[in-house]
T-cell receptor, first 112, second 112 residues
Framework: DVKVTQSSRYLVKRTGEKVFLECVQD?????MFWYRQDPGLGLRLIYF???????EKGDIPEGYSVSREKKERFSLILESASTNQTSMYLC???????????FGSGTRLTVV | RKEVEQDPGPFNVPEGATVAFNCTYS??????FFWYRQDCRKEPKLLMS???SGNEDGRFTAQLNRASQYISLLIRDSKLSDSATYLC?????????????FGTGTRLTIIP
């Protein structure tokens, strides 16, 4: 089974700070994703990557950027954190379209 | 019309009862279907894939109805530990090979 690890379970940051959320997968999967999850809105795709140094915008990329320098690591960056970015952030990797995603345990970010 | 729609619930069901939920999807060319389970403040975890002929895993049965574009999840002899949010997940081909679309989830509570 793919294991996806997110570096922090809980983070509290101040408005305007630059925030890095790290995600590492232990299998050789090309496809990785960043979602945020908010009550009543479900999972919303921020960015995804199909290969090293490759990135694609998801449905809500504004205020975020990503970095994929190595296949196993996909980082989400909040350039200048704002209170409306308080959310649960979930990283996922996929083994193949017929297998579904494996998620990391999530990072609950609070911006104050 | 949303790409994937679920009744948000909540479904409050007595222990031992049978419960079923449906999920509708809008893209008739969708190929892969899944049910995920998400416990409170945790990440979603794959419960089961949904195959064209229907499939069963213990007390859980998943079915796909392509003509009416819905998938269903049936839970028999429900346990307290089944209390969770159940997410319907679809792989619509126009979004790329492995970018999944999530429903907002159906919340289930099993009552002692």
């Amino acid at each position: 089974d793919v294991k996806v690890t997110q570096s922090s379970r809980y983070l509290v940051k101040r408005t305007g700070e630059k925030v890095f959320l790290e995600c590492v997968q232990d299998m050789d999967h090309e496809n990785m994703f960043w979602y945020r999850q908010d009550p009543g809105l479900g999972l919303r795709l921020i960015y995804f990557s199909y290969d090293v140094k490759m990135k694609e915008k998801g449905d809500i990329p504004e205020g975020y950027s990503v970095s994929r320098e190595k296949k196993e690591r996909f980082s989400l960056i909040l350039e200048s954190a704002s209170t409306n970015q308080t959310s649960m952030y979930l990283c996922a990797a996929i083994q193949g379209a017929n297998y579904g995603y494996t998620f990391g345990s999530g990072t609950r970010l609070t911006v104050v | 019309r949303k790409e994937v729609e679920q009744d948000p619930g909540p479904f409050n069901v007595p222990e031992g009862a049978t419960v079923a939920f449906n999920c509708t999807y809008s893209n008739s060319a969708s190929q892969s279907f899944f049910w995920y389970r998400q416990d409170c403040r945790k990440e979603p975890k794959l419960l089961m894939s949904v195959y064209s002929s229907g499939n069963e895993d213990g007390r859980f049965t998943a079915q796909l109805n392509r003509a009416s574009q819905y998938i269903s999840l049936l839970i028999r002899d429900s346990k307290l530990s089944d209390s969770a949010t159940y997410l319907c997940v679809v792989n619509p081909p126009n979004f790329g090979n492995e970018k999944l679309t999530f429903g907002t989830g159906t919340r289930l509570t099993i009552i002692p």
